[in-house]
């Protein structure tokens, strides 16, 4: 059973570091698109299990990183590999969607 882990900018660059992929959320809590994608991620982290790692980064406890990747709205998902960008997509979608754009960056 895969957690979804929530990192910040101190261990940011050791998490996206990886030869799996890592999907990091940037979110906020007062974000209504970022609550609703919340329990998608969460079944993502089930079904993708093994295969990929998905992280959760709060734009308001840290914000280095978010800055450094221009991530300019929220939810913006980044797709890393071996700390690399790989693709990203920003906005609120659906099970499906979320777990197209898992698929296609594995």
Not at 28 to 35: E, H, M, N, V
Not at 58 to 80: H, L, M, N
Request: hydrophobic share 40%.
């Amino acid at each position: 059973m895969s957690e979804i882990l929530h990192i910040t900018d101190a261990d940011f660059d050791k998490t996206v570091n990886s030869d799996t992929t890592v999907f990091v959320d940037f979110w906020a809590t007062w974000c209504g698109p970022c609550r609703m994608l919340a329990p998608r991620l969460e079944q993502a982290a089930q079904t993708f299990d093994g295969r990929a790692v998905i992280a959760k980064y709060d734009c308001d406890q840290s914000s280095g990183k978010a800055t450094e990747y221009g991530v300019r709205g929220i939810p913006t998902i980044i797709a890393f590999k071996n700390g690399e960008v790989i693709d990203q997509r920003t906005g609120a979608c659906d099970q499906a969607t979320l777990d197209a754009f898992i698929e296609k960056n594995l």
